[in-house]
Protein backbone atom coordinates (compact mmCIF):
# COMPACT_ATOMS: atom_id res chain seq x y z
CA UNK A 1 0.00 0.00 0.00
CA UNK A 2 1.61 3.75 -0.95
CA UNK A 3 0.60 5.63 1.66
CA UNK A 4 1.22 8.89 -0.45
CA UNK A 5 -1.87 7.76 -2.55
CA UNK A 6 -4.14 8.02 0.73
CA UNK A 7 -5.91 10.99 1.88
CA UNK A 8 -4.83 10.57 5.64
CA UNK A 9 -8.32 12.74 6.33
CA UNK A 10 -10.28 9.38 5.79
CA UNK A 11 -9.05 7.98 9.08
CA UNK A 12 -10.66 11.08 10.66
CA UNK A 13 -13.82 9.99 9.22
CA UNK A 14 -13.19 6.59 10.09
CA UNK A 15 -12.57 7.59 13.63
CA UNK A 16 -15.93 9.71 13.98
CA UNK A 17 -18.08 6.94 13.16
CA UNK A 18 -16.44 4.63 15.21
CA UNK A 19 -17.35 6.59 17.84
CA UNK A 20 -20.75 8.43 16.70
CA UNK A 21 -22.27 4.79 14.92
CA UNK A 22 -23.94 6.96 12.81
CA UNK A 23 -23.26 8.40 9.32
CA UNK A 24 -24.92 12.46 9.74
CA UNK A 25 -23.59 12.76 13.78
CA UNK A 26 -20.21 11.51 12.25
CA UNK A 27 -19.97 14.26 9.50
CA UNK A 28 -21.81 16.93 12.17
CA UNK A 29 -18.68 16.68 14.17
CA UNK A 30 -16.04 16.84 11.77
CA UNK A 31 -17.42 19.54 9.69
CA UNK A 32 -19.05 17.71 6.31
CA UNK A 33 -22.06 16.49 5.02
CA UNK A 34 -23.02 13.24 5.30
CA UNK A 35 -23.11 12.32 1.64
CA UNK A 36 -19.69 13.24 2.07
CA UNK A 37 -18.98 10.90 4.78
CA UNK A 38 -20.65 8.25 2.66
CA UNK A 39 -17.95 8.85 0.04
CA UNK A 40 -15.18 8.75 2.67
CA UNK A 41 -16.30 5.21 3.64
CA UNK A 42 -16.70 3.98 0.17
CA UNK A 43 -13.15 5.03 -0.10
CA UNK A 44 -12.24 3.62 3.73
CA UNK A 45 -13.25 0.32 2.28
CA UNK A 46 -11.85 -0.04 -0.83
CA UNK A 47 -8.04 0.42 0.98
CA UNK A 48 -9.41 -1.84 3.48
CA UNK A 49 -11.28 -4.52 1.35
CA UNK A 50 -13.70 -5.37 3.97
CA UNK A 51 -17.12 -3.03 4.81
CA UNK A 52 -15.80 -1.97 7.65
CA UNK A 53 -19.51 -0.83 9.24
CA UNK A 54 -22.69 -2.44 8.97
CA UNK A 55 -25.78 -0.42 8.74
CA UNK A 56 -28.21 -1.83 11.58
CA UNK A 57 -31.62 -1.04 13.55
CA UNK A 58 -28.46 0.15 16.20
CA UNK A 59 -26.61 2.02 13.87
CA UNK A 60 -23.39 1.61 12.38
CA UNK A 61 -21.85 -1.82 13.58
CA UNK A 62 -18.11 -2.13 13.14
CA UNK A 63 -16.98 -5.34 11.37
CA UNK A 64 -14.24 -7.18 13.07
CA UNK A 65 -11.59 -5.47 11.12
CA UNK A 66 -12.70 -2.23 12.09
CA UNK A 67 -12.65 -3.20 15.40
CA UNK A 68 -9.01 -4.63 15.33
CA UNK A 69 -7.43 -1.48 13.53
CA UNK A 70 -9.24 1.67 15.31
CA UNK A 71 -6.73 1.47 18.66
CA UNK A 72 -3.70 2.14 16.03
CA UNK A 73 -5.80 4.85 13.84
CA UNK A 74 -6.71 6.56 17.06
CA UNK A 75 -3.29 6.53 18.13
CA UNK A 76 -1.62 7.48 14.66
CA UNK A 77 -4.77 10.78 14.99
CA UNK A 78 -3.48 11.82 18.80
CA UNK A 79 0.12 11.49 17.44
CA UNK A 80 -0.30 14.01 14.49
CA UNK A 81 -2.25 16.04 17.01
CA UNK A 82 0.09 16.25 19.48
CA UNK A 83 2.75 17.37 16.71
CA UNK A 84 1.09 20.27 16.15
CA UNK A 85 -0.10 21.21 19.75
CA UNK A 86 3.37 21.22 20.47
CA UNK A 87 4.10 24.10 18.72
CA UNK A 88 0.68 25.74 19.02
CA UNK A 89 1.10 29.24 20.26
CA UNK A 90 -1.66 30.68 23.02
CA UNK A 91 -2.16 34.25 23.44
CA UNK A 92 -4.89 34.36 26.14
CA UNK A 93 -5.00 38.29 26.19
CA UNK A 94 -5.73 37.63 22.02
CA UNK A 95 -7.98 34.61 22.59
CA UNK A 96 -11.51 33.99 20.96
CA UNK A 97 -11.70 30.30 22.41
CA UNK A 98 -14.87 28.72 23.49
CA UNK A 99 -14.55 26.43 26.11
CA UNK A 100 -17.04 23.71 26.53
CA UNK A 101 -17.08 22.36 30.68
CA UNK A 102 -19.63 19.22 31.85
CA UNK A 103 -20.14 20.55 35.51
CA UNK A 104 -23.08 20.85 38.08
CA UNK A 105 -24.38 23.79 39.15
CA UNK A 106 -22.67 23.81 42.78
CA UNK A 107 -19.68 23.61 40.88
CA UNK A 108 -20.52 26.16 38.53
CA UNK A 109 -21.55 28.63 41.56
CA UNK A 110 -18.12 27.43 43.20
CA UNK A 111 -15.68 28.55 39.81
CA UNK A 112 -17.21 30.37 37.05
CA UNK A 113 -17.62 33.85 39.31
CA UNK A 114 -13.58 33.54 40.12
CA UNK A 115 -12.61 32.46 36.39
CA UNK A 116 -14.66 35.40 34.94
CA UNK A 117 -13.05 37.95 37.80
CA UNK A 118 -9.87 36.44 36.09
CA UNK A 119 -10.72 36.19 32.73
CA UNK A 120 -12.15 40.14 32.31
CA UNK A 121 -8.78 41.21 33.28
CA UNK A 122 -6.62 39.15 31.23
CA UNK A 123 -8.65 36.74 28.30
CA UNK A 124 -11.35 38.70 28.01
CA UNK A 125 -12.76 37.19 24.77
CA UNK A 126 -13.12 33.77 25.57
CA UNK A 127 -15.96 32.18 26.17
CA UNK A 128 -17.19 29.52 28.27
CA UNK A 129 -20.27 26.85 27.78
CA UNK A 130 -21.29 24.41 30.86
CA UNK A 131 -23.30 22.01 29.44
CA UNK A 132 -24.83 18.75 31.09
CA UNK A 133 -23.16 15.02 29.85
CA UNK A 134 -24.02 12.31 31.41
CA UNK A 135 -21.20 9.91 32.84
CA UNK A 136 -21.29 7.19 30.24
CA UNK A 137 -21.05 10.22 27.49
CA UNK A 138 -18.22 12.14 28.96
CA UNK A 139 -15.17 10.15 27.45
CA UNK A 140 -16.94 10.06 23.79
CA UNK A 141 -17.12 13.64 24.46
CA UNK A 142 -13.85 14.54 25.37
CA UNK A 143 -12.24 12.20 22.71
CA UNK A 144 -14.30 13.81 19.74
CA UNK A 145 -13.59 17.74 20.84
CA UNK A 146 -17.16 18.50 21.90
CA UNK A 147 -16.18 18.71 25.41
CA UNK A 148 -12.90 20.39 26.53
CA UNK A 149 -12.98 19.39 30.31
CA UNK A 150 -15.29 17.98 32.96
CA UNK A 151 -15.49 18.08 36.63
CA UNK A 152 -16.97 15.46 38.43
CA UNK A 153 -16.30 13.19 40.90
CA UNK A 154 -13.41 10.80 40.81
CA UNK A 155 -15.26 7.80 38.70
CA UNK A 156 -13.54 7.67 35.38
CA UNK A 157 -11.03 5.07 35.33
CA UNK A 158 -11.18 5.64 31.48
CA UNK A 159 -6.85 5.83 30.35
CA UNK A 160 -7.69 7.63 27.61
CA UNK A 161 -8.48 10.42 30.33
CA UNK A 162 -6.17 12.54 32.33
CA UNK A 163 -7.79 14.09 35.93
CA UNK A 164 -6.35 15.95 38.89
CA UNK A 165 -8.08 16.48 42.27
CA UNK A 166 -9.44 20.00 42.60
CA UNK A 167 -11.03 19.96 45.91
CA UNK A 168 -12.58 17.95 48.69
CA UNK A 169 -15.18 18.31 52.04
CA UNK A 170 -16.55 16.44 54.58
CA UNK A 171 -20.80 15.92 54.34
CA UNK A 172 -23.07 17.73 56.84
CA UNK A 173 -26.80 17.87 57.30
CA UNK A 174 -28.36 21.05 57.07
CA UNK A 175 -31.58 21.78 58.27
CA UNK A 176 -33.47 25.27 59.58
CA UNK A 177 -32.84 27.38 62.54
CA UNK A 178 -36.34 26.60 64.57
CA UNK A 179 -36.13 23.08 63.34
CA UNK A 180 -37.44 20.38 65.91
CA UNK A 181 -34.09 18.23 65.62
CA UNK A 182 -32.07 21.37 65.30
CA UNK A 183 -29.44 20.81 67.78
CA UNK A 184 -25.78 19.78 68.59
CA UNK A 185 -25.50 16.77 67.37
CA UNK A 186 -28.07 13.73 66.08
CA UNK A 187 -28.33 10.32 66.37
CA UNK A 188 -29.17 7.62 64.00
CA UNK A 189 -32.43 7.32 64.18
CA UNK A 190 -33.10 11.07 64.26
CA UNK A 191 -31.36 11.64 60.90
CA UNK A 192 -33.60 8.78 59.30
CA UNK A 193 -36.71 10.04 60.81
CA UNK A 194 -36.17 13.36 58.97
CA UNK A 195 -37.34 14.14 55.22
CA UNK A 196 -34.58 14.83 53.26
CA UNK A 197 -33.78 16.79 49.77
CA UNK A 198 -31.68 14.59 47.50
CA UNK A 199 -29.40 16.17 45.25
CA UNK A 200 -28.21 14.34 42.30
CA UNK A 201 -26.82 15.81 39.33
CA UNK A 202 -26.50 12.06 37.66
CA UNK A 203 -28.92 11.65 35.08
CA UNK A 204 -29.37 7.98 35.02
CA UNK A 205 -30.38 7.32 38.53
CA UNK A 206 -32.26 8.36 41.05
CA UNK A 207 -29.45 7.87 44.31
CA UNK A 208 -26.59 10.08 45.19
CA UNK A 209 -23.31 9.27 47.33
CA UNK A 210 -24.84 9.73 50.26
CA UNK A 211 -27.42 6.87 49.71
CA UNK A 212 -25.20 4.81 48.18
CA UNK A 213 -22.73 5.16 51.30
CA UNK A 214 -26.09 4.47 53.79
CA UNK A 215 -27.22 1.27 51.28
CA UNK A 216 -24.00 -0.25 52.13
CA UNK A 217 -24.76 -0.21 55.82
CA UNK A 218 -28.26 -1.29 55.12
CA UNK A 219 -29.96 2.46 55.55
CA UNK A 220 -32.30 4.03 53.37
CA UNK A 221 -33.41 7.97 54.05
CA UNK A 222 -36.72 8.89 53.77
CA UNK A 223 -36.74 10.88 49.99
CA UNK A 224 -39.08 13.84 49.50
CA UNK A 225 -37.73 15.79 47.25
CA UNK A 226 -34.96 14.46 44.43
CA UNK A 227 -33.70 16.85 42.35
CA UNK A 228 -30.74 17.92 40.27
CA UNK A 229 -29.30 21.22 41.48
CA UNK A 230 -27.66 22.39 44.80
CA UNK A 231 -28.61 25.60 44.59
CA UNK A 232 -32.15 25.46 44.86
CA UNK A 233 -32.04 23.27 48.28
CA UNK A 234 -31.24 26.21 51.33
CA UNK A 235 -34.44 27.98 50.04
CA UNK A 236 -36.18 24.53 50.10
CA UNK A 237 -35.21 23.83 53.64
CA UNK A 238 -35.73 27.68 54.82
CA UNK A 239 -39.22 26.63 53.76
CA UNK A 240 -39.86 22.90 55.58
CA UNK A 241 -39.33 20.78 57.47
CA UNK A 242 -37.11 18.98 54.91
CA UNK A 243 -33.15 18.68 55.87
CA UNK A 244 -30.52 18.16 53.06
CA UNK A 245 -26.80 16.56 53.46
CA UNK A 246 -24.28 18.53 51.81
CA UNK A 247 -21.24 19.39 51.80
CA UNK A 248 -19.88 21.03 54.72
CA UNK A 249 -18.05 24.31 53.45
CA UNK A 250 -21.17 24.74 51.24
CA UNK A 251 -23.73 24.81 53.98
CA UNK A 252 -21.09 27.44 55.99
CA UNK A 253 -22.73 29.73 53.02
CA UNK A 254 -26.04 29.75 54.59
CA UNK A 255 -25.64 30.91 58.05
CA UNK A 256 -28.88 31.08 58.84
CA UNK A 257 -29.41 27.61 58.61
CA UNK A 258 -28.52 24.62 61.33
CA UNK A 259 -25.36 22.80 60.69
CA UNK A 260 -25.05 19.49 62.08
CA UNK A 261 -22.05 16.59 61.72
CA UNK A 262 -23.89 13.04 59.47
CA UNK A 263 -24.49 9.94 63.08
CA UNK A 264 -23.16 7.31 60.73
CA UNK A 265 -19.46 6.48 60.24
CA UNK A 266 -18.16 5.36 56.69
CA UNK A 267 -19.68 8.41 54.67
CA UNK A 268 -17.41 9.45 51.73
CA UNK A 269 -16.32 12.96 51.30
CA UNK A 270 -17.36 14.96 48.43
CA UNK A 271 -14.54 14.96 45.59
CA UNK A 272 -14.38 17.04 42.49
CA UNK A 273 -12.02 16.36 39.85
CA UNK A 274 -10.84 18.17 36.81
CA UNK A 275 -11.33 15.86 34.10
CA UNK A 276 -9.22 16.28 30.15
CA UNK A 277 -8.55 14.12 27.15
CA UNK A 278 -4.96 12.81 26.56
CA UNK A 279 -5.33 13.91 23.19
CA UNK A 280 -5.48 17.72 24.38
CA UNK A 281 -2.18 17.07 26.92
CA UNK A 282 0.04 19.20 24.97
CA UNK A 283 -2.86 21.61 23.64
CA UNK A 284 -1.04 25.12 24.93
CA UNK A 285 -4.64 26.09 24.88
CA UNK A 286 -5.96 23.35 27.18
CA UNK A 287 -3.07 23.46 29.24
CA UNK A 288 -3.59 26.98 30.27
CA UNK A 289 -7.85 26.67 31.38
CA UNK A 290 -6.03 23.75 33.27
CA UNK A 291 -3.75 25.77 34.90
CA UNK A 292 -6.37 28.94 35.84
CA UNK A 293 -9.29 26.42 36.94
CA UNK A 294 -6.57 24.24 39.03
CA UNK A 295 -5.18 27.41 40.71
CA UNK A 296 -8.69 29.00 41.50
CA UNK A 297 -9.44 25.62 44.07
CA UNK A 298 -5.96 25.54 45.38
CA UNK A 299 -6.89 29.29 46.52
CA UNK A 300 -10.69 28.05 47.93
CA UNK A 301 -8.92 24.94 49.59
CA UNK A 302 -6.19 27.10 51.21
CA UNK A 303 -8.98 29.87 52.75
CA UNK A 304 -11.52 27.16 53.57
CA UNK A 305 -14.40 28.71 51.86
CA UNK A 306 -16.72 27.36 48.91
CA UNK A 307 -19.63 29.93 47.79
Not at 11 to 29: K, M, Q, S, W
Not at 277 to 297: G, N, Q, V
Request: net charge neutral.
Amino acid sequence: MNLSKIDLNLFVVFDAIYTEANLTRAGHIIGITQPAVSNALSRLREIFNDQLFIRTAHGMVPTPVAQNVIGSVRQALQLIRRSVQQTDQFVAADSERQYRVSMGDLVEAVILPRLFGKLDNVAPRINITSMPVQRRETTKELASGRLDFVIDAPLNTDPQVKHVPLFEDNYVCVMRRDHPLAKASINNEEYLSLKHVQISSRFDSRIDEIDIALGRQGINRNIALSAQHYLMAPLVVRRSNLAMTVPERFARAYPDLHCVNLPFNDIPIMEAHLYWHESTELDAASRWMRDCIIKICEELSANHTML
